[in-house]
């Protein structure tokens, strides 16, 4: 009775532990691409990245050429770029060589994607006099549906780029 009680406890254990559906992996590029990544890097040589620890210092770690590492975030200081590797971040110079995940394959890990503007400064459109503000949720539709009143506008992907676009009567601008 012990034996059996034994085995059926390893079936149930065995039952519950391995995975039910094993999911495709999601490649650009020839890599991986999870979800909240933007994009992929790689250095011309080795180089240092940053992270910043809670009390205001610096930690730092030598990053070998041609590995490439997954980055999560662009953030623009001071008319500079940096990328976001996890908690590391490194400057965008003429020794790191970017490479943008499409949009179109970034949102493929979302049921049901909203786009939102995340430029933490807005996008003021100089024709339309119009501003996008920092988290202002915008349309996707075709241009043809949403193009057609006094005010619209939408967000299209093409070629893997997210475009937004403003309509005003007859003149459109993107």
């Given amino acids: 009775m012990k034996k059996l009680f034994i085995v059926l ?12 559906k094993s999911e495709a992996k999601v490649m650009y590029d020839g890599a991986e691409v999870v979800k909240g990544q933007t994009g992929k ?14 009390d205001g210092s610096f930690d ?47 949102s493929s890990f979302y049921n049901n994607p909203v786009y939102v503007m995340i430029n933490h400064q807005g996008v003021k459109i100089p024709v339309q006099y ?6 202002q949720p915008l349309i996707v ?16 992907i093409e070629k893997g780029k997210l475009n937004y676009h403003y309509c005003a009567g007859d003149i459109e601008g993107g």
């Fill in 9 to 20: 406890l390893a079936a149930f254990v065995f039952a519950v532990v391995s995975p039910t």
């Fill in 41 to 54: 890097m790689t250095f011309k040589k080795d180089i240092k990245v940053y992270k910043k620890n809670p």
């Fill in 60 to 106: 730092s770690l030598v990053v070998k050429r041609n590995n490439f590492f997954k980055t999560y975030d662009i953030e623009k200081y001071d008319g500079k770029t940096f990328y976001q590797m996890g908690q590391y971040r490194v400057q965008a110079t003429d020794l790191v060589v970017f490479k943008e995940v499409p949009i179109d394959i970034r």
């Fill in 130 to 135: 119009q501003d996008i503000a920092y988290g």
């Fill in 141 to 156: 539709g075709k241009r043809e549906e949403v193009c057609t009143g006094p005010k619209s506008s939408l967000v299209s």
